[in-house]
C-alpha cells in the first residue's frame, strides 16, 4: 500500500533528475569582465538544477548552489614581462594580438597543471557537457576527449578569430569588419584593403604561431591517444556568442551559432550600497559614471590626461563616480566620489544617470545599451576601437581618441552628449530593439546548452561547410571546371562556325564582303 506512492514520488524524483546534467564551465581568463560572462552563465545553469564545476581564476560571486568552484588565482602579475599597461599597447600593429596569445598560454598552461585541475582530471568525475571560454586557450579542448563530453564555446567577444575554425562563418570581408579594426560595416576601398590585409595575417598567425604552441600544452597535458588539436576545435558542438544583431553589424552564422549577448544583464536591479544611492539622489543635475573597465587601472594613465580629465569634472554640475583604484585621487573634486568598484549594471540601471564615460568594451557598451545610457568613449585595447567606432555610427555617443584627451577636447565630448538630446534619444531607442526578444539571452543561452547535452552534441546542427578545404569551401575548383568548359565550349563553337563558313562559301574570295563589292562595282 505504502509503496505507491513512494514509487510514485521517486519516479517524479527521477524524472525531475534525468533532466539535470553534470556541467564543466572553463572560464580561466585573468579579466574580470570575462568572468562575468562565463560565471553568469554558470549560475544560470545551477538555478536550472544543474550540477556545474566551474574553472576559473576567481570565485563565483554570489556563491551558489550547484555551482563548484575550481579557483587558480592566477592573476597578470605572475606573467612573465608583467606588469601589463594596457594604456601603452597597441603601438605597433598585432602587438595586441601578441599580447592575447601570450596571456592564452600562460592561462592554459598554468591552469591545467594546476593542483584544481589535475586532481579533477585524475578523479571519476564524468561530465555531460563542457562549457569553454574561446580566447586563446584551445588547449583546453583536451578536456572533451578527456572527459569524453561535448563542447560550446562561449565567446566573450563576439565571432573573432579564435571562433572562426569551431564552426562555419558564411560572410564577406567586404562589410564584416576585422575585430581589431575601427570599422563599420560600411568599408571604402582602402579600409577593404586593410581589412583583408587584417583578416590574412591574423590567419596566419593563428595557424603559425598560436595553434603550435597550444598544441605543445596540449600534448604535454593530455595522454594518447587523442585527437589532434585541430581536429577536437573543429569537432566543437556549438558557439555561443555574446553579441546580438542590435547591437552589433547583422551578419549571418551558420545553425550552431548562436547569438546571447547581454545574458550576464541583471534584468532585476539590486539595491545600491547605501552611500552610492544617495551620492546618486542628491545630483540635482545627473550622475556621471566613469570607468574604463577592469584591465585599465586609473593609476596607469598618464598624470596630464588625468589632469584634464579632473580639471573638466571639477567645472561640471553633474556629479561624477569614478572607478579609481587607489585610495585617494590628488586634486580631487567635491562633487567626484571614488571607489576601486562599483556595481556597474545597477548604477546604469539608475535614471539619474546620464552620462557614461568607458573604455568601450563590449559589456560596457552593451550594459549602455540595455539601460538607455548614453557614452564618451575612450577606446583602447582590442575589439574596443570597433565597438567605438559601432557606437558612433549609431548615434549613441562620441568616441575619444586618448591621443587628443585633454581639457578641451574632453569638455567638448561631455558636454555635447549631455546636452544634445539626439544621444540620449537614439540610445533609448537602441535599448528597445534589444530588450523585444523572444527570450533573455540567459534562458536562451541554457537552452542551448541543454539542447546539445539532450542530443549528444547534436552534430546535425553542424554544416558540413567545415569538413571542406578551402579550395572546396569557395568551389574554386568547381568554378575552374565551369571556367574551363565554357573555354572549350567557346573554342569549340569557333571552330564549328568557320568550319560551316568554309562548306557554304566554298572559297574565301566568294564570302569576302570587299571582293563581293568590287565586283558589283
Ligand atoms: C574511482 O572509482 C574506482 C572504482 O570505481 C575507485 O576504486 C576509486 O577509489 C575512485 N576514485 C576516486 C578518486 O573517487
Ligand atoms: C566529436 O564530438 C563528438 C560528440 O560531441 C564525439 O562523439 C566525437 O568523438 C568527437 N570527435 C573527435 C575527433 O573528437
Ligand atoms: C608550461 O609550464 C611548465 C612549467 O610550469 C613549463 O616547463 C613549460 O615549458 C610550459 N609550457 C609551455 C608550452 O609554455
Redesign the pocket.
Known amino acids: 500500500m505504502k509503496v505507491a506512492p513512494v514509487l510514485v514520488v521517486l519516479s517524479i524524483l527521477f524524472i525531475g533528475l534525468s533532466d539535470a546534467y553534470e556541467i564543466l564551465v572553463i572560464f580561466p581568463s585573468l579579466g574580470k569582465s570575462q568572468h562575468i560572462i562565463g560565471s553568469a552563465l554558470a549560475r544560470g545553469l545551477a538555478e536550472k538544477g544543474h550540477e556545474v564545476t566551474m574553472i576559473a581564476a576567481f570565485p563565483t560571486e554570489p556563491a551558489t548552489e550547484n555551482v563548484h568552484d575550481i579557483v587558480t588565482r592566477l592573476d597578470l602579475g605572475m606573467l612573465e614581462g608583467a606588469p601589463i599597461n594596457f594604456y601603452e599597447t597597441g603601438e605597433y600593429p598585432f602587438e595586441e594580438l601578441m599580447i592575447v596569445y601570450k596571456l592564452g598560454?600562460?592561462v592554459a598552461?598554468?591552469t591545467l597543471?594546476s593542483k584544481g585541475v589535475q586532481k579533477l582530471m585524475n578523479s571519476n568525475q564524468t561530465f555531460d557537457i563542457i562549457i569553454c571560454e574561446a580566447f586563446a586557450i584551445e588547449a583546453f579542448l583536451g578536456l572533451s576527449h578527456h572527459f569524453h563530453a561535448p563542447v560550446i564555446s562561449l565567446s566573450t567577444l563576439g565571432a573573432s578569430g579564435f571562433t572562426a575554425q569551431m564552426a562555419d562563418f558564411p560572410g564577406s570581408q567586404s562589410y564584416i569588419p576585422n575585430l581589431f579594426l575601427p570599422y563599420t560595416d560600411k568599408m571604402t576601398l582602402l579600409e577593404r584593403i586593410f581589412n583583408i590585409m587584417t583578416e590574412t595575417i591574423e590567419r596566419l598567425l593563428y595557424e603559425w604561431y598560436h595553434i603550435p604552441?597550444q598544441e605543445?600544452?596540449y600534448n604535454?597535458y593530455f595522454r594518447d591517444p587523442k585527437p589532434s588539436l585541430r581536429e577536437t576545435i573543429n569537432n566543437i558542438s556549438l558557439v555561443l556568442l555574446n553579441t546580438h544583431f542590435s547591437l552589433s553589424f547583422p551578419r549571418p552564422y551558420a545553425t550552431n551559432v548562436i547569438e546571447v549577448g547581454g545574458l550576464h544583464i541583471n534584468r532585476k536591479s539590486q539595491p545600491l550600497p547605501a552611500d552610492i544611492q544617495s551620492f546618486i539622489d542628491s545630483a540635482k543635475f545627473g550622475v556621471i559614471y566613469f570607468s574604463m573597465g577592469t584591465n585599465l587601472r586609473g593609476v596607469d594613465l598618464a598624470a596630464e590626461k588625468r589632469n584634464a580629465i579632473l580639471a573638466v569634472f571639477g567645472s561640471l554640475k553633474q556629479k561624477v563616480l569614478w572607478k579609481w583604484e587607489d585610495e585617494s585621487l590628488p586634486g580631487k573634486p567635491n562633487n567626484v566620489l571614488i571607489k576601486s568598484w562599483f556595481p556597474q549594471d545597477d548604477i546604469l540601471a539608475q535614471p539619474n544617470v546620464k552620462l557614461f564615460i568607458t573604455h568601450g568594451g563590449l559589456l560596457s557598451t552593451t550594459e549602455s545599451i540595455y539601460h538607455g545610457v548614453p557614452i564618451v568613449g575612450i577606446p583602447v585595447f582590442g575589439d574596443q576601437h570597433l565597438n567605438m567606432a559601432r557606437a558612433e555610427k549609431i548615434g549613441i555617443g562620441v568616441r575619444m581618441d586618448l591621443k587628443n584627451l585633454d581639457e578641451v577636447n574632453f569638455k567638448a565630448a561631455v558636454i555635447e552628449v549631455l546636452t544634445n538630446e539626439k544621444y540620449t534619444h537614439r540610445v533609448k531607442k537602441m535599448s528597445e530593439l534589444f530588450r523585444d526578444q523572444p527570450q533573455t539571452p540567459l534562458d536562451s543561452a541554457i537552452f542551448w546548452v541543454e539542447y546539445i547535452a539532450r542530443h549528444g552534441g547534436a552534430p546535425h546542427m553542424k554544416s558540413t561547410g567545415q569538413e571542406l578545404s578551402c579550395i572546396q569551401y569557395y568551389n574554386i575548383d568547381a568554378l575552374m571546371v565551369i571556367f574551363t568548359i565554357i573555354i572549350i565550349f567557346i573554342y569549340a563553337l569557333g571552330r564549328v562556325f568557320s568550319m560551316i563558313r568554309s562548306v557554304l562559301c566554298g572559297s574565301k574570295q566568294r564570302c569576302d564582303p570587299k571582293v563581293n563589292i568590287k565586283k558589283r562595282k
Do not use: D
Request: no cysteine; aromatic share 12%; glycine share 12%.
Open positions: 598560454a600562460f598552461n598554468s597543471g604552441i605543445k600544452i604535454e
